[in-house]
């Protein structure tokens, strides 16, 4: 079972900019990052194909954040630019085996435990 481990999170005003990072023990197809707020639904963040790079991003984050990879290293980062306050969330890294539904959160077999990221206004 791959292994996943965040790091990054952390407190910063709107406007500015964090890095998370996700180590994988293990070859991944796919990664991606996925968030919950208090007392909402889990959403979808973005996510990246390993092996070709190509990326999908949510709507809300699209043209904000960039997700980029290190093949060798089973690395992923996502870089977060202005950052709002509704960007405040658990941050979570996932990985899957193979191709498919890459929005869809339960398709992902492993975890990572997550980091907090608070965005004040």
């Known amino acids: 079972q791959v292994q996943l481990v965040e790091s990054g999170g952390g407190l910063v005003q709107a406007g500015n900019s964090l890095r998370l990072s996700c180590a994988a023990s293990?070859?991944?197809?796919?990664m991606g990052w996925f968030r919950q707020a208090p007392g909402k639904e889990r959403e979808f963040v973005a996510a990246i194909l390993m092996l070709t790079g190509g990326t999908y991003y949510a709507d809300s984050v699209k043209g904000r954040f960039a997700l980029s990879r290190n093949f060798t290293k089973n690395t992923v980062a996502l870089q977060m630019n202005s950052l709002k306050p509704e960007d405040t969330a658990i941050y979570y890294c996932?990985?899957?085996?193979?191709?498919?539904?890459?929005?869809?959160?339960?398709?992902?077999?492993?975890w990572g435990q997550g980091t907090q990221v608070t965005v004040s206004s």
């Open positions: 293990g070859r991944t197809y796919a």
């Open positions: 996932a990985g899957r085996p193979g191709p498919g539904a890459y929005r869809n959160g339960d398709e992902y077999g492993t």
